[in-house]
């Protein structure tokens, strides 16, 4: 936040020419499949306090009342911080930018050795709501050894 440096991006790839012409059995789809994303940061990480995250979204033709997200973070199935973001009523026919600031708990030195020596055991799972109805359940894990080993 303070340095407004880019930590990571994620994109939906635009469609392609081919995407729209071949056909789908929707049976065959797993509607949870890209629900998951997997981040790699380097320790410093660790030791950052606040950082915001920009998303970017779109709402087809019918409004969607009281958008909400609930994040929780978790190392080794024990939580360790949880979000809670409003965005209220968004109308329909819109593209949206939001941004969530994340402020993170302070973490003792010997817990953020222990994350970097355990990659992937530190994961989140984000929940989002319409009308306080569960709509779409993301999964995230995380590695805190980027850079490690590599120099």
């Known amino acids: 936040m303070e340095s407004n440096t880019v930590l990571f991006e994620i994109a939906k790839?635009?469609?392609s020419d081919d995407d729209e012409e071949e056909e789908t059995d929707t049976e065959d789809v797993d509607?949870?499949?890209?629900?998951?994303?997997?981040?790699?940061?380097t320790p410093q990480f660790l030791k950052l306090t606040t950082v915001g995250?920009?998303?970017?979204?779109?709402?087809?033709?019918?409004?969607?009342?009281?958008?909400?997200?609930?994040?929780?973070?978790?190392f080794k199935e024990k939580l360790?911080?949880?979000?809670?973001f409003n965005f209220g009523f968004i109308i329909p026919n819109s593209k949206n930018t939001c941004e969530h600031i994340y402020e993170f708990p302070g973490l003792e030195?010997?817990?953020?050795?222990?994350?970097v020596e355990c990659p992937f055991?530190?994961?989140?799972?984000?929940?989002y709501f319409?009308?306080?109805?569960?709509i779409m359940h993301n999964k995230a894990d995380y590695a805190y050894n980027g850079g490690i080993g590599s120099m």
């Open 13 to 15: 790839p635009p469609p």
């Open 31 to 41: 509607p949870n499949a890209g629900r998951f994303v997997r981040y790699q940061f």
């Open 53 to 74: 995250a920009t998303v970017e979204f779109q709402v087809g033709d019918q409004p969607v009342n009281n958008f909400r997200m609930i994040e929780r973070h978790y």
């Open 80 to 84: 360790l911080k949880s979000f809670d």
């Open 109 to 115: 030195p010997e817990q953020i050795k222990e994350m």
């Open 121 to 127: 055991e530190t994961k989140s799972d984000s929940f």
């Open 130 to 134: 319409v009308d306080n109805k569960l």
